[in-house]
């Protein structure tokens, strides 16, 4: 690439940044992929439609932007009306249908997420809720257990972790809420714009020099990545993915949360990557 083309090529991201600072108004704008019409996510070998993959949450309408408008101003409300401050951090686990959901709704709301490995020990877990100041927890009923031991170290209460009951065969414990009860709350006019963190989220290292280490990652970093990947030179064909990585690491986080509804693929969801033996 010429000098002329990348300062041409780096002009156009200054011009994208300054005008989208959050994800949420990256998400809301045109999607690329204006030929398709339906999203498709897959868990379990069966295709689901986005309209069947919200339907749990209040079946918001199948246009992305009117999704993302009124994601970002449910899930708002419901996280405030729980008590989630600006700058605090939900951890999520497992990969499910519903893991961009949480993941954008949190960020859309002012907040920052993590995601942690659930096959973490109890060590590990502590390490990470503390080096990323983790408020808030949401977890699946079959780890919960192990996370609640290390939650409970540093110092989060019950009245702050969520359960992910998503599948027909998980249930909420005794004592536990769902996460569902987040979309219980009316939609909110206001926005929080002015106090909004610019960090999106927190990633870790893989732990190769000690413990793993806490990075920032802003709204732009995951706007211009969406942008470096697809829209500089989109392909000719409409991609189908295949997600095998688990949605906590770094290697996936950008297409997995932002670049199949910003670009309209479809995508298969493994909840694990297994092969025979």
Known sequence: MTLKKERKVASRYYQLLTGHTTTASYLKNKPRNTASEEHWFCLSGKWQSREHLFKECNRWAPQIRALWHSLEKQLCAGLKAA??????????????NNFPLVVLGTIVAGRIWTAINPAYTSGELSHHIRAASV??????????????????????????????????????PQGHRSWKTFHNHERQIGSDSSTRTPVAMRLFSSGTTGLPKAAHISHRKLIAQDQAAFSYRPPAYKPSLCLTLPMFHAAIFAIAHVGILKGGHRALVMRCFELPV
């Open 83 to 96: 008590g989630l401050k600006m700058g605090n951090t939900l951890l999520h686990s497992f990969n499910d």
């Open 135 to 172: 408020k808030w927890i949401i977890s699946e009923p079959k780890i919960l257990d192990n996370i609640r031991a290390a939650g409970d170290q540093c110092g989060i209460v019950l009245e702050n972790y969520r359960v992910l009951d998503n599948l027909p065969s998980q249930s909420v």
